[in-house]
Every structure is written in structure tokens, then in C-alpha cells.
Nanobody, 124 residues
């Protein structure tokens, strides 16, 4: 069984920064793709960013390109999401998820394990 724990959410003013972390335990971190998704109140969960194991491919949804950076530290079994120049529309619960086959994907389908989420609120 794989457990994921997100941390780093909070309240920040527009233009500010936060760094989310996703700690993965239970099985070896090696070979996993890790993605970040978010869900704002009343909206469906959407893709934010992901980092694959194969080729270390990274990808972002258009609205966060140039502002968010995803990275992974395999020695710590942790993936980070650095969020800069935050906007009120970034307000959401942020979830990390693991895809054990290592294939990069921006779809929720295929991600096998999910964390409980961390709340990000950006005030204007």
C-alpha cells in the first residue's frame, strides 16, 4: 500500500508564493510518476502538473506555466510544487497522486493512489 501526505498549503496574498510537498511511503518511490491536481469549490478536480519517472518528463496546465515548478527528490521520496505569483484563481484543495507505471500523464485516469489534499487560499 502506498501512502501520500501533502503539506505546505495555507493562506497567502496574491503575488505570493507557497511550496507544497508530497511525501510518498509504503513502497519504493523509484519508478513512480507523481502528479498534482486541484479542486476548487464547485469545480471538478483538474490537472496542475506532473513529473514522470521515464525520462523525467514534466508538464503543466496552461494556467500555471511559468509560475509553478514541479520537482522530485528521490532520496527523500518527496515531490514538490513550487508556486509563485499566486492568483486568487489558484485557490483550491491540492492533491498529489502516484502512477506506479512511471508513465507521464495529465489525466486522473491511471493514477493509482491519492493523498488527502492540502488547502491553498489566495487572497486578492
Amino acid at each position: 500500500q502506498v501512502q501520500l501526505v501533502e503539506a505546505g498549503g495555507g493562506l497567502v496574498q496574491a503575488g505570493g508564493s507557497l511550496r507544497l510537498s508530497c511525501g510518498v511511503s509504503g513502497r519504493t518511490f523509484t519508478g513512480y510518476t507523481v502528479g498534482w491536481f486541484r479542486q476548487a469549490p464547485g469545480n471538478e478536480r483538474e490537472f496542475v502538473a506532473a513529473i514522470g519517472w521515464i525520462g523525467r518528463i514534466t508538464g503543466y496546465t496552461d494556467s500555471v506555466k511559468g509560475r509553478f515548478t514541479i520537482s522530485r527528490d528521490d532520496t527523500k521520496n518527496t515531490v514538490y510544487l513550487e508556486m509563485n505569483n499566486l492568483k486568487p484563481e489558484d485557490t483550491a484543495d491540492y492533491y498529489c497522486a502516484v502512477r506506479v507505471d512511471g508513465t507521464y500523464s495529465n489525466s486522473m485516469i491511471g493514477y493509482n493512489y491519492w493523498g488527502q489534499g492540502t488547502q491553498v487560499t489566495v487572497s486578492s
